[in-house]
């Protein structure tokens, strides 16, 4: 994880979320909505305390491995398990659900390196492996048929994808990341602000399965969803979003970060945050030649 380069658009809406943020006064923070580690570890550098949450069960690993962590690492004798005989046939997938969402062989692979995960001595080297298996999915899906000959074997990608993770942020700062329900996390948790990543928030209400829940649970895994049964009409998210703000009330400020695209809109936004406390800003960000959306952050 380094912040030299923000490749893609989430990274850049991450670098315009620090910026604002760095203009607040708080040493305690709250994210109800993760999604991307990012945030949480460049504040935990900042020695901030961090608390996040996610739905994903993947996302809150790579949460565990990368801002919860703080001094773990994978030794030489735990790569070595997890990639003993990683491509080689078992009687049968463990999951066979994997197939689904690769090859034979690469299924194998994926089958393989979970089992051995299961093997490793802590849930910290748990999850810093599984964070490197979702990076090497990404890079075998970022090929196509008519790329796929310039693909590497995996274990080789996953062995270059660990040589070049940065090293767990040693702080004595707090930091805790939770997997539970938006609004059971925010009931149970402190810190001077909370910030609210509505995209992210609106994006967990679509059902859809993901190939490294799945690879994490099991075949028969899915996502708990349940808050989000109300998510099938924009009135339906704006009362979810009210909900969690009545609850919010213990924070001394919020940041409530979008994008500005119609389904989401400041002025509707400013209006439901203004029933429960005074908007301070509105921080803006144009990110039209990219996406043709505005960013918008309302604090209150």
């Known amino acids: 994880m380094t912040f030299q380069k923000l490749a893609s658009f989430d990274e850049i809406f991450v670098g315009f979320e620090l910026s604002v943020l760095h203009r607040l006064d708080f040493q305690s923070i709250a994210i109800p909505i993760t999604v991307d580690p990012y945030i949480g570890v460049f504040l935990k550098r900042r020695g901030i305390s961090v608390s996040t949450n996610d739905l994903s ?11 919860q962590n703080s001094n773990e690492i994978l030794e030489p004798s735990d790569i070595d398990l997890i990639l003993e005989d990683a491509y ?4 049968h997938l ?9 090859s034979t062989i690469d299924a194998i692979w994926f089958d393989n390196v979970r089992r051995h995960l299961d093997s490793l001595k802590s849930n ?4 810093i492996a599984a964070d490197i298996v979702f990076r090497v999915g990404k890079y075998l899906q970022s090929f196509g048929t008519e790329n796929a000959h310039l693909r590497r074997p995996l274990s080789k990608v996953f062995l270059e994808l660990h040589s070049k993770m940065e090293p767990p942020i040693n702080s004595a700062i707090a930091a805790r990341s939770s997997c539970m329900q938006p609004q059971d996390f925010i009931a149970e948790s402190g810190g001077h602000i909370m910030l609210l990543r509505l ?54 400020t919020w940041a409530l970060s979008f994008c500005d695209n119609g389904l989401l809109n400041a002025e509707e936004l400013v209006e439901i945050v203004g029933k429960f406390r005074k908007v301070e800003a509105i921080y803006t960000k144009d990110f039209s030649e990219l996406t043709g959306q505005k960013a918008k952050i309302i604090v209150a």
Do not use: C, M
Not at 57 to 67: C, F, G, K, L, S
Not at 88 to 91: A, D, G, H, I
Not at 94 to 102: D, G, M, P, T, V
């Open 57 to 67: 069960q993947a996302d809150w690993h790579r949460a565990i491995a990368t801002v």
């Open 88 to 91: 080689e046939p078992q009687t």
């Open 94 to 102: 463990r999951n066979s659900a994997l197939e689904i969402y690769f």
């Open 124 to 127: 910290l080297k748990f999850a």
């Open 199 to 252: 995209n992210q928030l609106l994006a967990a209400g679509i059902n859809k399965q993901d190939w490294r829940d799945v690879w994490l649970r099991g075949s028969e895994s899915k996502a708990d969803k349940s808050s989000f049964e109300n998510f099938t009409s924009r009135s339906g998210f704006l009362q979810y979003l009210a909900d969690l703000l009545d609850r919010a009330s213990h924070f001394r």
